[in-house]
């Protein structure tokens, strides 16, 4: 076969795949991008962060994600939230001289803020046994997730978007928790639980506010909390997924944009497990990067997972991805196979969960992996 007609024959086969050449062959052809999640010690002085930036820039690292708003309080000059201490505005020029961007970290639906929820209790998202995430969370006390449908609750997060986009030298905002509590938790943390999670259990089947029973009834003629079969019926699943997509895309995404700012998530490994696993379609957000949270461990499985869901992500997105790996539990083989795993896969890169699990010797192993 000559190169030309092989060309286009690999061409047609990548198109078929649903992520086209440039898609599936990103991450093997283009200088890696690596992140890295960090909950910031806000206790430790400005020398210690700048010798740490330096030393995650040497490594490999090119942008870091810290914990700026954590659901209750801020680690900037916030005016809409407690704030706990004025860290990022320490850490943007430190992170900048070491040639790092910045993308503030923001917990998206859950909210821990006592005047709200003394004030806007129906903001909060539901479960089918019409129990509030307000006062009856979820697994554990911090999932008082809000209800992703409400229009007043995409306001109330589109204006925490707008105001870190407005914060000088932040290179961009991250999402994180941004969809409906966990309908079923990956497999390896049941235990944790002392649950089962076999099928979808009404205790943890969510979405069933009394704004979204009645937007979908008006719709389709039946409140959704009188279903038998919840998960069978397509019409509402798909009005829950869509509540999430269209938070992002028509709320949060323009106001990051509005601020010059790129807009990246975390998100779970599919985009086909996260929307059973916790109604998020995130395949159709309009985002400038993608950071699937593929934490083989959680799963019962080996770095495998990261390919295939890597390659899944791939497909489904033409934006970049970069696969979020939980590092804390691997030996240096596992680590180090695991990233194999990620840009065999196609990733542009990855994300390391966090940079608190990283050790010297790991930093040594992501440098000669090819991280710098």
């Not at 069933?208 to 069978?232: A, C, H, Q």
């Amino acid at each position: 076969m000559r190169r030309r007609d092989l060309l286009k024959t690999l061409g047609a086969a990548a198109l078929a795949l649903g992520g086209g050449v440039d898609a599936l062959t990103r991450g093997r052809h283009a200088r890696r991008k690596n992140f890295i999640w960090l909950r910031p010690d806000v206790k430790k002085p400005a020398d210690v962060w700048k010798r740490e930036f330096a030393l995650m820039k040497a490594s490999g690292i090119d942008a870091i994600i810290p914990e700026i708003y954590n659901g209750s309080s801020a680690l900037y000059g916030s005016h809409r939230f407690p704030v706990k201490a004025k860290w990022l505005e320490m850490a943007l020029p430190l992170a900048k001289e070491a040639g790092l961007e910045v993308h503030a970290w923001m917990w998206t639906m859950p909210c821990l803020l006592p005047e709200i929820l003394k004030a806007h209790p129906d903001w909060y998202n539901v479960n089918a046994k019409g129990e509030s995430a307000a006062d009856k969370p979820a697994y554990v006390s911090y999932y008082k997730f809000l209800d992703p449908a409400r229009p007043e609750v995409r306001e109330f997060i589109r204006d925490t978007v707008r105001e870190l986009a407005s914060i000088p030298g932040l290179t961009g905002v991250h999402l994180d928790y941004v969809r409906h509590p966990d309908a079923i938790l990956p497999s390896g943390l049941w235990s944790k639980y002392g649950i089962v999670q076999d099928r979808v259990y009404p205790p943890y089947d969510y979405g069933y506010t009394d704004y979204s029973r009645t937007r979908f009834k008006e719709k389709f003629g039946v409140d959704p909390l009188t279903l038998k079969d919840p998960e069978s019926n397509a019409a509402w699943l798909q009005y829950r997924l869509d509540s999430v997509v269209d938070l992002v895309n028509d709320y949060l995404v323009p106001a990051a944009k509005q601020g010059g700012k790129m807009m990246t998530a975390a998100v779970f490994p599919g985009p086909s497990r996260a929307r059973v696993m916790v109604r998020q379609d995130w395949g159709r957000f309009h985002l400038d990067a993608f950071l699937p949270m593929l934490y083989h461990t959680f799963y019962d499985a080996g770095p495998e997972f990261v390919r295939t869901y890597t390659e899944e992500a791939v497909r489904a997105v033409r934006a970049p991805v970069y696969s979020g790996l939980f590092v804390a539990p691997l030996s240096d083989a596992d680590f180090t196979r695991t990233m194999r795993m990620a840009v065999d896969g196609g990733a542009s890169g990855v994300s390391i969960f966090d940079a608190g699990a990283m050790t010297p010797a790991r930093w040594q192993l992501f440098k000669n992996f090819g991280g710098a």
